[in-house]
């Protein structure tokens, strides 16, 4: 039995995993299940009924980004692991990626409140959530025009903000106004043009609706623009 991973790459949490396991040369197959239209089925999986799920080669689940990507780290042993195994190098890693993993919390409520309250979606709580997200961004940012990635290979702080970034040119653009951010527009572009993010893109049936509007959204993503 192959490694399963379970969801969609729309989602930001189910990229970051599959862009994991293609850097750490992890082979798997993917299953296509989604939050909405697949729910009962994808509880059997994971009882919240949320993705990514990995099931593993001998049926064991896993679920939940950190806890999949803990797992990935400890089987690629420490010479290959995304993290840094401790100290002062990690607890930054750490920050790097919990702000990221923020920012996908935000997107995502505001996207939901959008899609499902269309004109009767709460401004007040958007705004909230936009604030959020806008000082997340800007923390981010700070991080990495002091400490930009260097290194040949993609390391896991780099790469959940790449997918968090990805999120945001798909459902959110407005979040990113160009020259607002350089330091991780570079990253974004960097990432994106890596083999493994390539592997991990979305398809237009899983970023859904209007084709021509989910082809456009593919193209912000794959080149890394915004709209002002």
């Not at 994971?46 to 780290?73: C, F, K, T, Y």
């Not at 106004?177 to 592997?199: D, M, Q, T």
Request: with cysteine.
């Amino acid at each position: 039995m192959a490694i399963t991973l379970i969801g969609h790459y729309d989602s930001p949490f189910v990229r970051r995993v599959g862009v994991s396991l293609h850097i750490l040369g992890i082979p798997f197959e993917r299953r296509l299940l989604s939050v909405f239209s697949n729910a009962d089925e994808l509880r059997a999986y994971n009882p919240v009924g949320r993705v990514p799920a990995l099931v593993l080669e001998d049926g064991e689940v896993l679920v939940d980004s950190a806890a999949i990507l803990d797992h990935l780290d400890e089987i690629a042993g420490p010479g290959r692991a995304l993290m840094p195994a401790n100290g002062a190098a990690r607890r930054a890693a750490l920050q790097k990626v919990v702000l990221a993993t923020g920012i996908n919390d935000k997107a995502v409520a505001i996207t939901y409140e959008r899609r499902h309250r269309g004109d009767a979606a709460d401004a007040g709580w958007i705004a909230r959530c936009r604030g959020q997200q806008d000082a997340a961004l800007a923390a981010l940012e700070a991080c990495f025009a002091v400490d930009p990635p260097g290194g040949a290979r993609l390391m896991q702080p780099e790469i959940t903000v790449a997918t968090a970034l990805g999120y945001l040119h798909l459902r959110l653009p407005e979040a990113l106004p160009p020259g607002r951010y350089p330091a991780l527009e570079a990253l974004s572009v960097r990432a994106e043009a890596h083999p493994a993010f390539k592997a991990c893109l979305p398809t237009p049936i899983e970023i859904g609706g209007p084709e021509v509007e989910a082809q456009a959204a593919l193209l912000r993503l794959r080149g890394g623009v915004s709209v002002a």
